[in-house]
């Protein structure tokens, strides 16, 4: 319940910040995939997505308790967005969307230490 909490803020809070921070006339024209960095960024989907999968499957075999499951959706979902600001930083610089994924970074890391904290 806690996850999908968190997804529900995080998709929230991605929105409005790309309504406040991000340069709309320069982000309309550069994307991730129009950049150099386009098969890293894909790369690095590819890998989330197939992570997601594995902790699903985990999750539904019961191997292991439901705050352990929790815990690796959140560490993999903070490895994710890091790598997200990296990429948007290096390839993006000028568009401003890495600060909004910053933002959600510190916003997860600071769920992922209440989290931690109270279980």
Known sequence: MFIIFVGAVLGVMQTLLNFII???????????YDTAGASYYFRGSVIFFIVIIGIAII?????ITAAAIQRMFLVSLII????????????LRNTNQHKAT???LGTLLLFSVFFFLLK
Do not use: G, Q
Not at 22 to 32: A, G, H, R
């Open 59 to 63: 999750s539904f075999l019961d191997i």
């Open 22 to 32: 991000v340069d709309k006339e320069e982000s309309k024209f550069k994307k991730m």
């Open 102 to 104: 910053l933002i959600l």
């Open 80 to 91: 994710a967005l890091a790598l997200r600001a990296y990429m948007e930083w290096k390839y």
